[in-house]
């Protein structure tokens, strides 16, 4: 291709993305055969993300802003301990944001949940077993995990979280109480999207699941959507169901209702045969699943839990009771 007509095919591609369509051709589709092809894609794909992801809010390592935790008292929670924290995120600014962090009962070392609010979401809601999220975050605590729930703002692009995301799994990896060899991350809504970006980016993740978010690119147009998934240059990139294949060979659960609004079940269902072909290109097939039931936009739980559990060794306490 001449360099002008890859500048005009480039030029329609950042249109289409703007005009909410899926663009006519992606930089850069899996389309690898081999598992070699398949890691190679792999790291250019996930280099590509971080450039664009950089491109929109500096990365601040440790060096330049050391770990910054603060903890309230501890409060007795049965199963475990509960501190109000506050720590400082990855900026220059000296922002702090809020989390909940649970230990359990008895003697470590334990795995280790990363859990994740959506869009209106708290570090409290993930805890509440009568919203949508089922009380998830408590469900991994009462099971024997270290539970790390922060508060995080809503940016412009929800990839623009990711550093802050890593800060957390960096609290995490530090506490005595972790081995930081069975981390893992759940989210729901874009709680499900800062899953997804976290596992992807960072192989520190050994276990995701993905509530209420993955999808095509087609299906996330095909409905009033925050355009906060839009980071600029990504829509062309690859379709953002793909963007889960950095996860591979690593496992994760996507958790898809058959009435949420936000991501219609036919392209979810469709997302997820696209990604289990593209998992068993890295021999890794057995490593996804789908958990699809009759609901809404909401946390489920009913495979999530054992799924984890499996990977990471904890014992998760199941479903809430009434959920
Ligand atoms: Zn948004």
Redesign the pocket.
């Given at each position: 291709m001449s360099g002008w007509l890859a500048v005009i095919s480039a030029l329609v591609l950042i249109a289409a993305a703007e005009a909410g369509q899926v663009p006519a051709k992606f930089e850069m589709p899996f389309t690898a055969k081999t598992k070699e092809q398949a890691i190679e894609w792999q790291k250019k794909a996930r280099a590509r993300l971080l450039d664009l992801v950089e491109r929109q809010a500096n990365r601040i390592s440790t060096d330049e802003v050391a770990l910054d935790v603060r903890s309230g008292e501890p409060k007795d929670m049965g199963d475990y301990t509960l501190y109000q924290q506050r720590f400082r995120g990855s900026n220059r600014t000296g922002v702090f944001y809020p989390l909940r962090l649970t230990i359990p009962k008895g003697k470590g070392p334990f795995p280790a949940m990363l859990c994740l609010h959506g869009?209106g979401g708290n570090k409290d809601a993930v805890f509440d077993p009568k919203g949508l999220y089922g009380g998830f975050a408590d469900r991994f605590a009462r099971g024997g995990y270290v539970v790390a729930a922060p508060s995080l703002p809503?940016h412009k692009y929800?990839a623009m979280t990711l550093w802050d995301l890593m800060r957390c799994v960096d609290i995490l990896a530090e506490r005595p109480e972790v081995d930081p060899k069975r981390i893992g991350v759940a989210g729901l809504s874009?709680g499900g999207e800062w899953t997804m970006w976290l596992a992807a980016c960072d192989e520190r993740l050994r276990v995701a699941v993905v509530s209420g978010w993955m999808c095509t690119t087609e299906g996330v147009f095909s409905v009033p959507n925050?355009?906060?998934?839009c980071l600029p240059g990504f829509v062309e990139l690859m379709d953002v169901c793909e963007v889960h294949l950095l996860i591979a060979p690593r496992p994760v659960l996507f958790e898809s209702s058959e009435k949420d609004n936000c991501f219609p079940i036919r392209y979810t269902r469709e997302g997820f045969a696209r990604i289990r072909a593209g998992y068993k290109a890295f021999g890794a097939e057995d490593a996804v699943a789908q958990d699809i039931w009759d609901a809404g936009h909401e946390w489920h739980g009913a495979v999530a839990y054992g799924f984890v559990d499996k990977v990471l060794g904890g014992r998760s306490a199941g479903p809430s009771p009434g959920k």
């Open positions: 869009h809503h929800a874009m925050c355009a906060c998934w």
